[in-house]
């Protein structure tokens, strides 16, 4: 069983671009849920989409946006990059509704702001 | 709002030799789950275990086991016989309820096993 994909697994681009991230869930899994990792430090919680619906998002700028399609994979868009957007990009899967529910993440996409 | 706590920065152990790293928690929520992952240097995040709140006993999977005090909103991880793969940045999450399902991480901890 295939994993969590993201793609591409590394992105540079220059400020004031705009940046698309794709994920891909696992197999069944509903839930999408997207986190920034910047160098040396944790995970920032960025947006959780389930059926196709934002169920919530981190408390980052309205630049950062995405959706979900109906095969549920989904995808992140920067608009407008800032070098401060430099980080690892986290894209997590899971079948929403046990309370063991586990997140399951691909490898990252590496966003460079130049 | 929930909040992890990781006050170890980094953690050193001989191996073969156990290690604990801390975590505490605060939220109002009375169900809530408790998480820990680990990213080894590649970047992939790998769960380990999970502890649920009215969980009586603690987790255990392998080698790992969840030291959980719920008075104290603690939920420290175990690692028995360190071994150098342990090697890796160790993460707490939390999640919480309702709209509030995604997963909230502390700031980790790195955890070097010395040969």
């Known amino acids: 069983e295939a994993g969590v994909t993201q793609s591409p697994t590394h992105l540079i681009k220059t400020r004031g671009q705009q940046a698309t991230l794709r994920c891909s869930p696992i197999?069944?899994?509903?839930?999408v849920y997207w986190y920034q990792q910047a160098l040396g430090l944790g995970l920032q919680f960025l947006l959780w989409y389930d059926e196709g619906e934002e169920r919530n998002r981190g408390n980052f700028p309205p630049r950062f946006s995405g959706r979900q399609f109906p095969n549920y994979s989904s995808e992140l868009n920067v608009n407008a990059l800032e070098l401060e957007d430099s980080a690892l990009y986290l894209c997590?899967?899971?079948?929403?509704?046990?309370?063991?529910?586990?997140?399951?993440f691909g490898s990252g996409t590496q966003l460079s702001v130049l | 709002a929930q909040k992890i706590t990781q006050t170890q920065p980094g953690m050193f152990v001989q191996e073969k030799e156990a290690v604990t790293l801390d975590c505490t928690y605060d939220?109002?929520?009375?169900?809530?789950?408790l998480f820990w992952y680990k990213q080894p240097s590649s970047g992939e995040m790998i769960f380990l275990i999970y502890q649920g709140s009215y969980d009586e006993q603690n987790a255990t999977e392998g080698r790992y086991s969840l030291n959980f005090q719920k008075a104290r909103k603690s939920a420290n991880l175990v690692i028995s016989a360190s071994q150098l793969g342990d090697s890796a940045m160790y993460f707490c999450?939390?999640?919480?309820?309702?709209?509030?399902?995604?997963?909230?991480f502390g700031s980790g901890t790195q955890l070097t096993v010395l040969p």
């Open positions: 999450a939390m999640r919480g309820a309702g709209s509030a399902r995604q997963l909230t």
């Open positions: 939220t109002s929520d009375q169900s809530y789950g």
């Open positions: 997590a899967s899971s079948l929403m509704g046990q309370p063991n529910e586990k997140l399951f």
């Open positions: 197999s069944g899994h509903t839930s």
